[in-house]
């Protein structure tokens, strides 16, 4: 009698073959397409709620450094705007101020930096922990 073995094959992918993200963000090019990923998950998270979600979604798949701090910066802009709507005039004005940051934010992630928003950018980054 003759007993055949059957092999296990891992699908993932070892470790040293997976490609690390580029430590300075400042030279990201839509050209590479794992880091003009990255950069198209931090300009999509700051486009309303359900391009954060998308850019989650892609996140997954595409984990950087980079793409954690946009998504927090814009998940915590998106909830401060949103608090901000539910007071009467004192909060649908200091919304203005959260649409400037908004720019100020979205004008970082295009040119490939990680600047946090001012007053509240580093209570995003500390609290929004669940974004990994």
């Known amino acids: 009698m003759e007993y055949q073995f059957m092999q296990y094959h891992s699908t993932e992918k070892p470790k040293h073959d997976?490609?690390?993200p580029p430590r300075d963000y400042s030279d990201?090019?839509?050209g590479n397409d794992c880091c003009g990923m990255f950069k198209t998950?931090?300009?999509l998270?700051?486009?309303t709620l359900f391009g954060w979600l998308?850019?989650?979604v892609?996140?997954?798949?595409?984990?950087s450094p980079f793409t954690i701090f946009h998504l927090r910066q814009s998940i915590g802009l998106i909830m401060t705007g949103a608090l901000l709507a539910l007071v009467p005039l004192i909060g649908w004005m200091m919304n203005?101020?959260?649409?400037?940051v908004w720019l100020?934010?979205?004008y970082h992630a295009v040119q490939g930096q990680q600047e946090s928003v001012p007053l509240l950018g580093d209570y995003y980054q500390k609290h929004l922990d669940f974004i990994k």
């Open 96 to 100: 203005l101020a959260v649409f400037c």
């Open 28 to 30: 990201i090019s839509m």
């Open 41 to 43: 998950i931090a300009i």
């Open 45 to 47: 998270s700051y486009v």
């Open 104 to 106: 100020y934010a979205i």
């Open 58 to 63: 892609f996140h997954d798949k595409y984990k």
């Open 18 to 20: 997976i490609a690390s």
């Open 54 to 56: 998308i850019a989650m």
